[in-house]
């Protein structure tokens, strides 16, 4: 099967699979994107700690959504708890239903704990950022070159397209 070039369809990003904690998932970074925007879609079947350290982002806002997988009942969180930390005094908060956590630029975040996972749930993650990056509470006040980057985790697994 031959591609054929469209005039729209470099905006439509296909095979964007990757892998970053429990299972693949749709994933893209901004320069596969061509925006300020990363998005990453992540299955939780089991608990784990996902974010030890608490740390911020000087530049940019991450939106974190908890989503359950009961598509008849999107309020189902399927008795999931999670424990996420907010603020310079590690202010806990448990979220037992599908919720959005706004982490605004500078706000201190972690540790995010999937403490209890009886049935899966969707952990979504949008970072307003082209890259992402970190800085730990060790780092505040210095310059972004001196802070931990890196790229979005996981790596590109493409998958062929079914055919029809």
Avoid: W
């Avoid at 979220?95 to 706000?107: E, H, K, N, Q, T």
């Amino acid at each position: 099967m031959t591609k054929t070039r469209t005039k729209y369809g470099q905006h439509i990003l296909r095979n964007a699979f990757k892998t970053h904690h429990q299972l693949e998932g749709l994933s893209a970074n901004g320069d596969e994107m061509d925006c300020d925007c990363i998005l990453t879609h992540h299955v939780i079947y089991k608990p784990e700690v996902m974010l030890k350290e608490p740390h911020f982002h000087d530049d940019f806002q991450q939106l974190l959504c908890f989503l359950g997988t009961n598509p008849m009942n999107v309020r189902d969180f399927g008795g999931a708890v999670v424990e996420i930390s907010l603020g310079a005094e590690g202010e806990k908060h448990v979220i037992d239903s599908p919720a959005i956590v706004s982490v605004s630029p500078g706000l201190i975040h972690g540790p995010l704990n999937f403490k209890h996972i009886p049935t899966p749930i969707i952990f979504l993650e949008i970072m307003l950022t082209r890259k992402y990056h970190t800085k730990m509470l060790k780092d505040a006040g210095k310059p972004a070159a001196a802070t931990k980057k890196r790229k979005s985790p996981g790596r590109i697994v493409r998958k062929p397209s079914p055919k029809a």
